[in-house]
């Protein structure tokens, strides 16, 4: 039993935070630090010199670009990244389609598409979800019908993340409708400069551009975009799940956060002392600290276990409530620290090159769209009641 | 990083649940708690043999040379069992004392009576007025003829009409509350002056009143050094608190098992309780509680033996203040789970309800511990400067 990190695992973080301090931009590192709006630049200059260095897919297999790093290094990695204000890796590529393509995608999908991925050259983006099909996504309607060597996909996506960025999308799509709802669905890769597809903005509780509505009117999709085998769509579906729990937890951008809560509670006062030092205020933000704290823990065990070879089993679904819960309290903590300020609602004042005069401090300007925008994580990835069936049915075989 | 046991470790967890399974079943226990002694000495004479009593004894007197770790692999088999022997006083408090500030004749006297099961303690820190404050202390000690005169009450000393031998903290100058003055001193509850009063208390174990009336002990009978007992005291606490987070541990896992257990058998609308979405969610919150309070019990076990007293002091009450909340969570909820059954005095359910309820108010409950876990991050030195970076470019401009 020792927690703590070996003399092997403190030189490679050392490397780590050294490579990170050095090359992470400082104007990206500060919008990320104090919540202003990222743009697609941001993401993708990170990604690039991430990929310069030869880091930017550390989960994946060597042979495709992968850095041969262990659960415990790249935990040490993401925490350096995430310590410095490293904007977050976009994970749609290189999280979620990377992974399925080099498990189950033919020798031209992965030579045509894991380069780009890796160079941040197409931005990728998730259809799964559709007005109709949320949590219950297998229920999916988006038809796709081979027409000779297309498929002819129609229907509508929806809270498609970013996809007015996007180059391509992943797509899970219905190419039968015989037998369980799970078998008729199939993964496909739709270029989405494709005639007849139609991006729609929805704007959020905070005002902004973050999701879209994606329509799709006779889209063709040429067959050698179809991953695996038609009607196993479902089974990739699941897989990437199961690696999409990398750093579900977020246990080091919460750290940062709390940092920054200390740090706002500290310039903010009430009653002539400053707000950290409120009882009340003051024992909300220890609360949040101590389920930090354990849940870092829990985070390093189910890591530990999984350096073990243990596979990534429903313990993640622990991990993302606990999570979100926490990452949620923060973002509320922040909002409230900064009491009547937090309510000028001035979108601009968190964007690029505003010249303005902000309305009380600078930094309470995002922090309420902040907390409306943050809501989200714990409906997204699996809402967090579809987390407790998980763990309910895989954990207490209930 | 590490989270593996020692195969030593290993050894003493398999040996206290295989002791225990044989020779403390819930039967036994309650008989034992309907006793005229409230313990059973066949018990302690079996933890003896099995070499349980010297678990955190050095090698050197006859022990096992455990910390932390080795204390709380124990105390959480014994919260499993709902175990009313004097361990805590005994084994983790006074023998981890007098190992830390002993002098050699009390070493070499007290540690092997204590490994052989041949002497019990009872540690009296609290005070009517003290609350859970450790540094207030009225009792007094004054010396007279070489002597030491000692005056007061100690209040809910566990096990304190069993034991062999009283550990005492009285102020030997200043007044209550002040950090200095205090010291600590072994008593003989057999001396003259010294009247308790016994009581059962509500999770099976007892406690006594002690009044100290101008008894009159030796020199020898101070540990440490005069007036400079309350890092003492604390130390003492916060290595009992970490062994009550480990058996609180144990308690969960306990009702945890139980309630589970229960709502798969349990038939009400002619199917198992447990196919109810309302309850499985419940119980998903009650293992998500179990598994942060492993966390924390674990970061407590490991941080108690840290040299740094603030970290240590900062993991502990961390750890106490977390399962004191998940402790209500997991009592309460199993009760509620269990419905009518859970009221009853027959069932072990409401056993270790009590037993966490009287965990919590041990040394401290949440409240206090998240006012020790505060002022110990106040003491902290915390890197605040890194958000206070001079503007970019443009904002200077601007």
């Known amino acids: 039993m020792d927690l703590n990190y070996t003399p092997d695992e403190i030189a490679f973080r050392d490397e780590a935070r050294a490579f990170v301090r050095a090359h992470l931009p400082p104007e990206i590192a500060r919008k990320v630090i104090e919540h202003k709006r990222l743009g697609k630049a941001d993401y993708v200059t990170w990604q690039q010199i991430l990929h310069r260095k030869g880091w930017v897919a550390p989960h994946w297999p060597v042979e495709f670009g992968g850095t041969g790093w262990n659960p415990v290094q790249r935990h040490l990695f993401e925490e350096e990244c995430a310590a410095a204000g490293a904007p977050p890796l976009i994970a749609f590529g290189l999280y979620m389609v990377g992974p399925v393509i080099i498990a189950f995608g033919d020798a031209a999908q992965k030579q045509r598409f894991l380069p780009r991925i890796l160079a941040s050259e197409d931005w990728w983006c998730q259809g799964y979800s559709e007005p109709g099909s949320g949590s219950d996504l297998a229920s999916?309607?988006?038809?796709?019908?081979?027409?000779?060597?297309?498929?002819?996909?129609?229907?509508?996506?929806?809270?498609?993340?970013?996809?007015?960025?996007?180059?391509?999308?992943?797509?899970?799509?219905?190419?039968?409708?015989?037998?369980?709802?799970?078998?008729?669905?199939?993964?496909?890769?739709?270029?989405?400069?494709?005639?007849?597809?139609?991006?729609?903005?929805?704007?959020?509780?905070?005002?902004?551009?973050?999701?879209?509505?994606?329509?799709?009117?006779?889209?063709?999709?040429?067959?050698?975009?179809?991953?695996?085998?038609?009607?196993?769509?479902?089974?990739?579906?699941?897989?990437?799940?199961?690696?999409?729990?990398?750093?579900?937890?977020?246990?080091?951008?919460?750290?940062?956060?709390?940092?920054?809560?200390?740090?706002?509670?500290?310039?903010?006062?009430?009653?002539?002392?400053?707000?950290?030092?409120?009882?009340?205020?003051?024992?909300?933000?220890?609360?949040?600290?101590?389920?930090?704290?354990?849940?870092e823990i829990t985070d390093l065990r189910v890591l530990a276990a999984d350096r073990q070879g243990k596979a990534p089993g429903p313990e993640a679904s622990i991990l993302k409530i606990k999570g979100t819960e926490i990452q949620q309290a923060l973002t509320e903590l922040m909002m409230e620290a900064v009491g009547p300020y937090a309510l000028p609602d001035l979108p601009d004042a968190w964007g690029d090159h505003w010249l303005g005069e902000y309305v009380g401090p600078e930094y309470a300007a995002p922090l309420a769209a902040r907390y409306f925008n943050y809501r989200k994580v714990s409906i997204y990835g699996g809402s967090n009641e579809i987390q407790r069936n998980i763990i309910s049915q895989q954990i207490l075989g209930l | 990083m590490d989270f593996d046991l020692t195969e030593e470790q290993q050894l003493l967890a398999d040996s206290v649940a295989k002791?225990?399974?044989?020779?403390?079943?819930?039967?036994?226990?309650?008989?034992?708690?309907?006793?005229?002694?409230?313990?059973?000495?066949?018990?302690?004479?079996?933890?003896?043999?099995?070499?349980?009593?010297?678990?955190?004894?050095?090698?050197?007197?006859?022990?096992?040379?455990?910390?932390?770790?080795?204390?709380?692999?124990?105390?959480?088999?014994?919260?499993?069992?709902?175990?009313?022997?004097?361990?805590?006083?005994?084994?983790?408090?006074?023998?981890?004392?007098?190992?830390?500030?002993?002098?050699?004749?009390?070493?070499?006297?007290?540690?092997?009576?204590?490994?052989?099961?041949?002497?019990?303690?009872?540690?009296?820190?609290?005070?009517?007025?003290?609350?859970?404050?450790?540094?207030?202390?009225?009792?007094?000690?004054?010396?007279?003829?070489?002597?030491?005169?000692?005056?007061?009450?100690?209040?809910?000393?566990?096990?304190?009409?069993?034991?062999?031998?009283?550990?005492?903290?009285?102020?030997?100058?200043?007044?209550?509350?002040?950090?200095?003055?205090?010291?600590?001193?072994?008593?003989?509850?057999?001396?003259?002056?010294?009247?308790?009063?016994?009581?059962?208390?509500?999770?099976?174990?007892?406690?006594?009143?002690?009044?100290?009336?101008?008894?009159?002990?030796?020199?020898e009978s101070l540990i440490g050094n005069v007036d400079k007992g309350l890092p003492l005291v604390e130390l003492t606490a916060d290595r009992a608190m970490a062994a009550l987070c480990a058996e609180a541990v144990g308690c969960m896992d306990a009702l945890n098992q139980a309630t589970l257990e229960y709502l798969k058998t349990r038939q009400q609308f002619g199917v198992p309780i447990g196919r109810f979405q309302v309850l499985q969610h419940r119980m998903v919150d009650m293992l998500m509680h179990h598994e942060q309070a492993k966390s924390m019990a674990l970061l407590a076990a490991v941080k108690v033996d840290s040299e740094d007293a603030v970290e240590r002091r900062r993991a502990v009450s961390a750890a106490k203040e977390l399962i004191g909340r998940s402790g209500r969570f997991i009592g309460q909820q199993a009760v509620q789970l269990h419905g009518g059954m859970g009221m009853t005095h027959e069932l072990a359910v409401g056993h270790y309800v009590k037993r966490l309820a009287a965990i919590d108010t041990s040394f401290g409950d949440s409240d206090h511990q998240l006012d020790q876990f505060a002022a110990a991050e106040s003491a902290r030195p915390v890197e605040r400067t890194q958000f206070e970076k001079p503007r970019s470019k443009w904002k200077q401009i601007a």
């Open chain 1, 140 to 295: 999916l309607k988006t038809r796709a019908e081979r027409r000779g060597d297309h498929y002819v996909v129609n229907g509508q996506k929806t809270w498609t993340t970013l996809a007015q960025y996007a180059d391509m999308m992943f797509c899970l799509v219905r190419t039968s409708s015989e037998g369980k709802k799970q078998e008729g669905i199939s993964f496909l890769l739709i270029d989405m400069k494709s005639p007849g597809v139609t991006v729609r903005p929805i704007i959020t509780l905070d005002g902004e551009h973050e999701v879209n509505e994606v329509w799709f009117e006779d889209v063709e999709v040429p067959v050698e975009n179809l991953v695996g085998q038609e009607g196993r769509g479902w089974t990739y579906a699941k897989f990437l799940l199961s690696h999409e729990r990398t750093n579900i937890a977020g246990v080091s951008r919460s750290k940062r956060e709390l940092a920054y809560l200390k740090h706002v509670a500290s310039k903010e006062h009430a009653g002539g002392r400053p707000l950290i030092e409120n009882p009340r205020f003051r024992d909300k933000i220890a609360r949040v600290e101590i389920d930090l704290m354990a849940l």
């Open chain 2, 19 to 219: 002791f225990l399974d044989k020779n403390y079943s819930f039967a036994t226990r309650q008989e034992i708690i309907a006793s005229r002694g409230g313990y059973s000495p066949l018990a302690w004479e079996g933890l003896a043999g099995v070499g349980l009593l010297g678990a955190a004894i050095p090698d050197a007197y006859g022990g096992f040379g455990g910390g932390g770790v080795e204390t709380s692999l124990v105390m959480e088999a014994f919260g499993r069992h709902l175990v009313v022997e004097p361990y805590l006083a005994t084994a983790v408090m006074a023998a981890r004392l007098i190992a830390t500030a002993g002098t050699d004749e009390q070493k070499k006297y007290l540690l092997p009576s204590i490994a052989d099961g041949s002497m019990r303690f009872a540690c009296g820190f609290h005070e009517p007025g003290s609350r859970y404050d450790l540094g207030h202390v009225e009792t007094t000690a004054r010396q007279e003829n070489g002597m030491w005169v000692l005056n007061g009450v100690k209040s809910v000393v566990m096990h304190g009409a069993v034991s062999d031998l009283l550990i005492v903290s009285a102020r030997t100058s200043g007044k209550p509350g002040d950090p200095d003055g205090i010291s600590l001193f072994f008593v003989n509850p057999g001396e003259e002056g010294v009247a308790g009063r016994e009581y059962p208390t509500y999770d099976g174990n007892r406690a006594a009143e002690l009044i100290m009336l101008n008894v009159t002990i030796t020199p």
